[in-house]
């Protein structure tokens, strides 16, 4: 079944695999607040959530990714706690 084109169109048009989006981001660890700059995967898909290790603190993240059409990533990371 196909989504209409005006639910989300982001679904429909993401250049998967044309070499244009992002595959890596900085975020701010919420437990830490270090900068650290994280590996994304395209491949993955447009809309993306996962749970990743702070490399510096080693505690759990809930990483939501979200891919524009241009293939820039909006990076958002919480506490798995909360
Ligand atoms: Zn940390």
Request: glycine share 6%; charged share 25%; proline share 7%.
């Amino acid at each position: 079944m196909r989504l209409p084109d005006w639910l989300d169109p982001l679904e429909q048009d993401f250049p998967l695999g044309d070499g244009t989006a992002e595959t890596e981001a900085t975020v701010y660890c919420p437990y830490c607040n270090e900068t650290v700059e994280i590996a994304l995967d395209p491949g993955s898909g447009s809309a993306q959530e996962y749970v990743e290790d702070c490399e510096v603190c080693c505690q759990p993240w809930t990483v939501s990714v979200r891919y524009r059409q241009d293939g820039t990533a909006r990076v958002n990371v919480t506490a798995l706690d909360q």
